[in-house]
């Protein structure tokens, strides 16, 4: 467990913008496939819900609280790490030199009023429960969960910013692929059934008039380990891995390269459709009823995200001392995959526009993958 007063990382897990920059009953998350084998528990030390750290009076943008915010060991969380490290959340290595930033608010984050808890998991399937329990205040999940947790709590969750575009590529051995269609009669493996790789490679596939269910053959695996497995067993497969996985694939894999960059992709897809509408993979949102009672807590939240994102992609050397200390993904790798992670916080009308355009894609192409309809304006914070 990593602590520091008054801001520590769940001991369950290893590790715990305001401009666009480069419930529900828990036995119908089950039904939705939302709840992982177990829980991991509440953030150690979590404030309980709705309480304060402050005296209580003065109004509600004033008033001072406990953020718990849970995020993913991938692009979400590299984007955290410039406030994780300012409250504390990131341990310094006993091994890191002189030359270590860990624990020095490399990103300049100015002083917060109140207190922010960060727990990071694999997958959303692990913290999602603790989001509809109240045990998690603010969850970074794939933006089409984000859509289906809105209609299956009737409103009880809201989205505060896209925090991630496309990280999707296809990577291959060898040289065989330069078109979707090129991917009619392959084995392909990837992880996130059920979720934005899946709706998105579908959409895609079809795009490019490749039956998913007929003309290729999808493996789901759970993890991304098992996709490079896949690809080192087998030289024919081919794997959908997001950033920094892909990067991580080609540093270990030799003759590994990324053959499509699904971002891309989509783009040349939509193009002729004259809906603004962008691969968006993730999400920030929070409980409703934290929304409306700590306005202020959002408010900073928000700007000291952008502040996070910003230094992560202006800094991706520092930034991957940060990544490395929280558990995320080794320092080399990070510093390699950022530029090609597409990390944003993404506010306001920009994020309304560009978040709605893309579920509406996905809804066309299939309802049920964003809850079977798409979510009115009140799903989206302005502010």
């Given at each position: 467990m990593f602590h520091a007063?008054?801001?520590?990382?769940?001991?369950?897990?290893?590790?715990?913008?305001?401009?666009?920059?480069?419930?529900?009953?828990?036995?119908?998350?089950?039904?939705?496939?939302?709840?992982?084998?177990?829980n991991t528990g509440t953030t150690s030390g979590s404030t309980p819900a709705g309480?304060?750290?402050g005296s209580g009076t003065g109004s509600a943008a004033t008033i001072v609280t406990t953020m718990r915010v849970g995020a993913l060991k991938g692009p979400t969380g590299m984007g955290l790490v410039?406030?994780?490290d300012?409250?504390?959340?990131?341990?310094k290595p006993e091994d890191a030199g002189d030359d270590s930033v860990v624990g020095t608010n490399p990103a300049g984050i100015g002083s917060l009023k109140n207190t922010y808890e960060f727990t990071l998991a694999g997958s959303a399937d692990e913290l999602t429960p603790q989001l509809i329990q109240g045990d998690l205040d603010v969850l970074c999940v794939p933006a089409n969960l984000a859509a289906t947790l809105y209609q299956k709590t009737d409103g009880a969750v809201q989205v505060l910013c896209v925090n991630t575009l496309g990280v999707l590529d296809i990577v291959e051995m060898g040289e065989t692929i330069t078109t979707m269609a090129d991917l009619r009669g392959r084995t392909l493996y990837s992880a996130g059934k059920g979720s934005t790789p899946q709706y998105a490679l579908e959409f895609l596939l079809r795009t490019a008039g490749v039956d998913p269910a007929t003309d290729v053959t999808i493996q789901w695996c759970s993890e991304h380990a098992e996709c490079l497995a896949a690809l080192q067993n087998d030289p024919t497969a081919v794997a959908m891995l997001p950033q920094p996985f892909a990067t991580s694939a080609l540093a270990k894999l030799e003759g590994a390269r990324i053959a499509l960059d699904l971002t891309d992709v989509w783009n040349e897809a939509v193009a002729d459709t004259g809906q603004p509408s962008q691969l968006i993979t993730g999400v920030a949102v929070a409980r409703t009823e934290f929304v409306e009672n700590f306005p202020g807590t959002i408010e900073e939240f928000l700007d000291a995200y952008a502040t996070s994102v910003?230094?992560?992609?202006?800094?991706?050397?520092?930034?991957a001392q940060l990544i490395e200390a929280a558990g995320i993904i080794a320092a080399t790798v990070a510093e390699q995959a950022i530029p090609y992670c597409n990390i944003v916080c993404e506010t306001g009308e920009?994020?309304?526009?560009?978040?709605?355009?893309?579920?509406?894609?996905?809804?066309?192409?299939?309802?049920?993958?964003?809850?079977?309809a798409l979510p009115g304006d009140a799903f989206y914070y302005l502010g």
């Open positions: 007063t008054a801001h520590h990382l769940a001991a369950s897990q290893p590790l715990s913008r305001r401009a666009f920059t480069t419930s529900c009953a828990l036995g119908m998350l089950a039904g939705m496939g939302l709840v992982g084998c177990g309480s304060t750290s410039g406030l994780m300012h409250v504390g959340a990131v341990e910003d230094f992560v992609n202006s800094e991706p050397a520092k930034a920009a994020m309304q526009a560009d978040l709605a355009g893309y579920l509406q894609t996905l809804f066309e192409a299939d309802p049920a993958s964003v809850g079977g």
